[in-house]
């Protein structure tokens, strides 16, 4: 059977989550030291830094500098509301092959980290919030550690 001309098959490439930043340089600083991710591409201003789309082995992220209602910049002497704000809506969720190993790294580079906790459905995780205030899991599958 195939799809008439009202029915349109689309099919997701992909997903990179964008994160609106208000300091954009020090989250990411955060995101290199941390979970070591590399600028894959970046655009700078004579105002610094106002986006950088980056790579950590398979994932993506894109770094946004936040832009008032107006569009200007949203920077450290800036007195204007960001467009957007802090939301708890979504958390990044980072699989690991070994998060006792991962939570060790980020603490010795002076990431305050989460206490290891296993959950009811057999990830072995910790959390860590960004510059920017965002929550980050970092998580292990121990389900067939439990057997």
């Known amino acids: 059977m195939g799809c008439s001309s009202a029915e349109v098959v689309m099919n997701f490439e992909g997903l990179i989550p964008i994160i609106q930043c208000q300091h954009i340089e020090q989250t990411l600083e955060f995101y290199q030291q941390a979970l070591r991710y590399i600028i894959i591409s970046k655009t700078e201003t004579d105002t610094g830094l106002q986006w950088a789309y980056i790579k950590s082995d398979n994932t993506f992220l894109m770094l946004q500098k ?15 509301t960001p467009l957007t704000s802090q939301s708890n809506n979504i958390i990044l969720h980072y699989y690991t092959a070994d998060v006792s190993a991962q939570r060790q790294f980020m603490a010795a580079k002076g990431i305050k980290v989460g206490q290891l906790e296993d959950t009811a459905y057999h990830i072995r995780q910790f959390f860590v919030e960004d510059p920017e205030g965002n929550k980050i899991v970092i998580g292990q599958d121990i389900k067939n550690q439990l057997s």
Do not use: E, L, P, V
């Open 66 to 80: 936040s832009t008032n209602a107006t569009g200007a910049s949203q920077d450290k002497t800036s007195n204007s």
